[in-house]
């Protein structure tokens, strides 16, 4: 990978290699994806930071059985909105929005809002 994935992909694309990444569990591929300022915000999480991030939410990909990117969306040039669906191992599925900033090829902050039940 070159310096800056931006040189190679837009924001949509580095949003999808970021769910890639994290489905694989592939920690040295998905780590330059963000930036080192980055946040990630959710209903259980309220701006935490990359070392955070990567502690407690990136290994958590076991939980679920599939993952489904229903809508990648870029909103403008930096923001990137994703609606997945995805089946946990206990069988429930769920369908959530991110909305990914990317800025200079590097994700700098996601926004989780939790959707109910499918």
């Known amino acids: 990978m070159t310096d800056s994935?931006?040189?190679?992909a837009g924001p949509a694309e580095i949003v999808e290699a970021?769910?890639?990444?994290?489905r694989s569990q592939d920690r040295a591929a998905a780590?330059?994806?963000?930036?080192?300022?980055?946040t990630f915000t959710s209903?259980?999480?309220d701006h935490i930071d990359k070392a955070a991030f990567f502690e407690r939410c990136f290994p958590t990909a076991d939980r679920f059985?599939?993952?489904r990117l229903l809508h990648v969306v870029p909103?403008?040039?930096?923001l990137v909105l994703?609606?997945?669906e995805y089946e946990l191992t206990t069988g429930d599925r769920y369908r959530n929005v991110e909305a990914i900033t990317v800025r200079d090829g590097r994700i700098h902050e996601v926004q989780v809002f939790f959707g109910g039940t499918v």
């Open 5 to 8: 994935p931006a040189e190679t």
């Open 18 to 22: 970021a769910f890639r990444h994290y």
């Open 75 to 78: 909103a403008d040039d930096e």
């Open 82 to 84: 994703v609606h997945y």
């Open 31 to 38: 780590f330059p994806l963000y930036a080192d300022d980055f």
């Open 65 to 67: 059985r599939e993952q």
């Open 43 to 45: 209903p259980r999480d």
